[in-house]
């Protein structure tokens, strides 16, 4: 089967979406089974020209391509990335070929919702036209059924390939390793944690906090240097997967106090390496996490609510060794890549 795989540039971008695009050009499993045709758009911090020479090239290659090819599988955000996106279901649809859309974006609801009717009704359609929309929680799929009910909706959450021998953690070492492990911004919530890390400090000196991230990071260190933090906070900026491997096998406790997610990978991967996260109850993370069981939920924005969960974890450290193995048990239940790859590859069957 000849699949056109279009999406952001994997050697330029370092997403989350890449991250998930990576997984499926590089499998061997999939590779089996079918040949992708991969159709890059842009990439991270591309000047205006150069998105759109990106665009354009990628346009002329979809064209190019889509008569050999048997099926289109679209991996799409929001702002003018869903539009022209959109712009290729409909090419694909005039030439008679079946579209995949892959839906990732954290905040899509926001993009929604600020369009006006007609472009509401127009995503709508959008949707319709494909023969299958990827969504990443269930949460999400009932939000984008609500807006679009006669769309094929597809559940599949993202999925990590799991680490091999490794046992529940405990908090018996003499450094506490918190890991903030994503972009640093806002949405994530990066400025709620680093507002509440001074309190946590004071109260437990053996706590460090290692930030991986892209981001500004000249700011994050002048930040950090202002509140006094500079002996507690390892700033790592963007870390490559050895780098990750190491941080995770450290590792204690994953803060995460995100305002939108889909399903963020960096949970996934954190709770497969045993880390307790403390998070929020947004996108997908409901689906993996169940607070007090496997990590502790908090309100977006509480930042009192945020510095009580992780003192409540490091008061109770049997507690904490007993959810770090069920973190390590609930995504190896259900977040397993080779099954991802299995139920991709019956949903490409499918639409033959």
């Known amino acids: 089967m000849q699949i056109l795989f279009v999406g952001e540039n994997i050697h330029t971008s370092r997403s989350g979406v890449v991250t998930i695009m990576k997984q499926l050009l590089e499998s061997d499993f999939l590779k089996q089974r079918v040949r992708y045709r991969p159709i ?34 679209i991996h799409h955000a929001i702002n003018l990335n869903f539009w022209l996106t959109g712009g290729m279901v409909y090419v694909a649809r005039l030439f008679g070929k079946k579209v995949i859309l892959h839906n990732h974006a954290a905040d899509f609801h926001l993009f929604y919702n600020g369009r006006s009717a007609w472009q509401q009704r127009l995503m709508g359609s959008i949707f319709a036209a494909a023969d299958a929309n990827i969504v990443l929680s269930t949460s999400w799929q009932q939000w984008y059924r609500s807006v679009a009910p006669r769309a094929n909706w597809v559940l599949l959450p993202n999925a990590i390939q799991l680490p091999k021998n490794l046992v529940a953690k405990s908090l018996s070492g003499e450094e506490i390793v918190l890991v903030y492990l994503a972009r640093i911004e806002e949405r994530k919530g990066f400025y709620n944690l680093m507002n509440v890390l001074p309190a946590l400090v004071a109260q437990y000196p053996r706590c460090r906090l290692y930030i991986a991230g892209q981001g500004d990071i000249d700011a994050v260190r002048a930040l ?37 997610e889909g399903l963020p990978m960096a949970l996934l991967e954190a709770m497969a390496y045993g880390l307790v996260p403390v998070t929020t ?25 945020l510095l009580k969960s992780i003192t409540s974890l490091l008061a109770a450290p049997r507690h904490y060794q007993q959810m770090s193995a069920n973190a390590k048990q609930r995504v190896g239940q259900g977040f397993e890549l080779r099954r991802y790859k299995e139920r991709l590859a019956e949903l490409y069957n499918s639409l033959k």
């Not at 020209?49 to 008569?67: D, M, Q, S």
């Not at 509140?227 to 204690?252: F, P, T, Y």
């Not at 996108?283 to 007090?292: L, R």
């Open 40 to 73: 890059y758009t842009t990439g991270d911090n591309f000047p205006a020209v150069k998105k759109l020479r990106g665009w354009l090239l990628a346009y002329a290659r979809f064209l190019f391509l889509l008569p050999g090819s048997d099926l289109v599988h």
């Open 224 to 260: 950090v240097a202002d509140k006094g933090l500079s002996d507690a906070v390892v700033i790592m900026g963007h870390i490559n997967n050895e780098q990750k491997d190491s941080i995770l096998r450290k590792g204690h406790i994953l803060v995460l106090p995100s305002f939108n």
């Open 281 to 305: 109850p947004v996108g997908g993370i409901p689906d993996v996490v169940t607070s007090g069981e496997n990590g502790l939920l908090v309100a977006p924005g509480d930042e009192a609510a």
